[in-house]
């Protein structure tokens, strides 16, 4: 298994930020705060009762009581008005806790937020996309998986980045193209090496004829428009993409056929159930999901997920907010 969670755990270390965890009534959530307090990943602070939650060394709020609800809520009234967002609308909306901790990453009490154990994505990303918008120079906000796995020979030494497995959920060929280069950004960036990025379908450069291989392979046409120097293919089965024998059969030539490294799925239910055949079957760690092109780090989770999977996302986190400064 590569060293991935390592490096981030160690990067949070390095300088901690102070990450929002808006689901203080999840067991897994308060598991998981300990062991960031102890490993000192970042400085927490848990939405919820006070008196329920009992994590030394972490700031508890209960967002109905806080100091800051007004505030937040004029300014999410302010900033929702063209939506017509009325202010008792947003007082309303402020007793939620992952409006609320969204409100304290766009008002810069928080460095970033990671919810979703007991909330669905819909309900966890929402506030994020209203509230904090896409980064300048981005159009589509999208979410990836870093999946460690022990198969050695795929990815790198068992690393590999899958997208969109989260957010968007029937993208079209030129939304396909803007998640193929920012999960090559998002690749180079917590990797550090060259992204190999594969444009999967059910057919590998045309083999099978059909709406979806129509649109990853138009999509792999923009990529390469907009990011010429990019080494992205398709269309791929999954097999091309990470079997060198299989590539040399199916895609001879392809400087990213058997050797890809970034995975992405045609669409979100491609996405969402292979992460999960990935995770369950094969064991691996699944990191995310992890959103890129979103003015400030929130991260979402499966509510599927363990305690330890928790505290790799936060510290993701962490980095991305480092990162930003
Ligand atoms: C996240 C999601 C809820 C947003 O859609 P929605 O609730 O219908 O809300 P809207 O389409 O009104 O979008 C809300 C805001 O987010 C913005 N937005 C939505 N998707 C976006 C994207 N991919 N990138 C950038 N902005 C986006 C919209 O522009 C809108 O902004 P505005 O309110 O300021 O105009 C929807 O994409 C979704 O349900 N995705 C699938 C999530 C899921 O179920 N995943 C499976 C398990 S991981
Ligand atoms: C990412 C994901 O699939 O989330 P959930 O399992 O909560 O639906």
Redesign the pocket.
């Given at each position: 298994m590569s060293d991935f969670l390592e490096r981030m755990k160690k990067a949070a270390k390095s300088s901690k930020k102070t990450i929002v965890l808006p689901e203080g009534e999840d067991p897994r959530t308060i598991e998981a705060a300990k062991k960031i307090v102890a490993e000192g990943l970042a400085n927490l602070v848990i939405l919820g009762d006070p008196d329920k939650i009992d994590v030394e060394g972490v700031t508890v709020i209960d967002p109905r009581s806080a100091e800051k609800h007004d505030e937040y809520a004029a300014a999410f009234a302010e900033l929702r008005k063209k939506?017509g967002v009325t202010l008792p609308e947003a007082m309303e909306q402020m007793n939620d806790a992952t409006y609320f901790g969204t409100m304290m990453v766009k008002m810069g009490d928080a460095d970033g937020l990671v919810s979703g154990a007991c909330h669905?994505?819909?309900n966890t990303?929402?506030p994020a996309?209203?509230i904090l918008k896409?980064a300048p120079g981005t159009k589509?906000?999208?979410a990836f998986f870093i999946m460690c796995t022990d198969k050695a020979e795929y990815g790198d030494d068992g690393t590999l980045l899958f997208a969109d497995?989260?957010?968007?959920?029937d993208p079209t060929a030129d939304e396909l193209s803007e998640i193929a280069i920012a999960s090559a950004g998002s690749w180079e960036k917590y990797m550090g090496t060259q992204p190999k990025v594969a444009m999967l379908s059910f057919s590998t450069m045309g083999s099978a004829k059909g709406e979806v291989p129509t649109k990853v392979q138009e999509a792999t046409e923009l990529a390469h428009e907009k990011a010429p120097e990019l080494a992205v293919d398709g269309d791929l089965q999954l097999d091309a993409a990470l079997v060198p024998s299989v590539a040399a059969l199916k895609a001879p030539g392809s400087d990213v056929a058997g050797k890809a490294n970034v995975l992405v799925f045609p669409d979100?239910e491609a996405g969402?159930i292979g992460y999960k055949l990935v995770q369950r079957f094969a064991g691996a760690q699944a990191y995310g999901?992890i959103l890129q092109g979103i003015a400030k780090p929130v991260n979402d989770l499966s509510r599927g997920c363990s305690a330890d999977d928790i505290v790799g996302v936060v510290a993701i986190t962490a980095v991305q907010a480092q990162m930003a400064e």
């Open positions: 939506k669905s994505t819909a990303l929402r996309l209203q896409t589509l906000v999208s497995c989260g957010l968007n959920i979100l969402n999901p």
